[in-house]
């Protein structure tokens, strides 16, 4: 997937401002079947025709030696959905999700992450007669303060920017955003990300030439 702009402003706003420091992945995959209703309308009749899903789940840390917390990115081809995780902790829970009928009819499953308890939204993404080859997770280290992939399929990718906790002011219902000090030499649409809300999204800008 391309890099969205916003993602050049978040880097070029911290880059003079904030010190990097390396951030470790560590994790594996997990498959599991179950079952689950046909559809929607059967949800709590508890009857009625049911089909087997396959589940497919990378879980695992993003671990620092000093607290941190972040913005989850999931880029697609229309817009990049983002949300900021929970206060900053030494280590953040990573969570990315493939759910597929089993027999894999449609050829799609559902793509979709959670991560320091920031929620995505699941999106659909072609899928084969192996969902291991449907994503593929990073397996280096990350680096704070940028920016950074953490996995990918032909259609979206996640992405997550990570910052120390020294820098964050913790508001109500938990909801952190930058200092002041960070957030006045802040881009105006990387100040909107890093000072308030909660999540949101940015649609693509039109191509010119």
């Known amino acids: 997937m391309r890099r969205h702009p916003i993602f050049d402003e978040l880097d ?121 080859d449907v994503c593929t997770m990073r397996e280096t280290p990350l680096t704070t303060a940028r920016v950074e992939q953490l996995a990918q399929t032909e259609e979206a990718a996640i992405g997550v920017l990570l910052l120390h906790g020294r820098l964050l002011k913790i508001g109500r219902h938990r909801l952190w955003r930058v200092r002041e000090q960070v957030a006045s030499s802040l881009s105006p649409r990387a100040r909107e990300i890093l000072t308030r809300r909660r999540g949101g999204s940015i649609a693509w800008e039109p191509l010119i030439g």
């Open 12 to 132: 070029a706003s911290l880059a003079a401002l904030v010190l990097e420091e390396p951030v470790e992945l560590v994790g594996n995959w997990l498959p599991t079947t179950r079952r689950t209703y046909e559809t929607a309308q059967q949800r709590g009749t508890g009857s009625g025709r049911f089909v087997d899903v396959i589940d497919r789940r990378w879980r695992g840390t993003l671990a620092c030696s000093q607290p941190v917390a972040g913005i989850a990115f999931l880029v697609t081809a229309a817009e990049v959905f983002w949300a900021k995780t929970a206060p900053a902790a030494t280590g953040l829970d990573v969570d990315v999700s493939l759910h597929a009928y089993a027999d894999y009819s449609p050829k799609l499953a559902t793509f979709a992450a959670r991560l320091g308890g920031a929620a995505l939204p699941g999106i659909p993404v072609a899928s084969g007669v192996d969902l291991t």
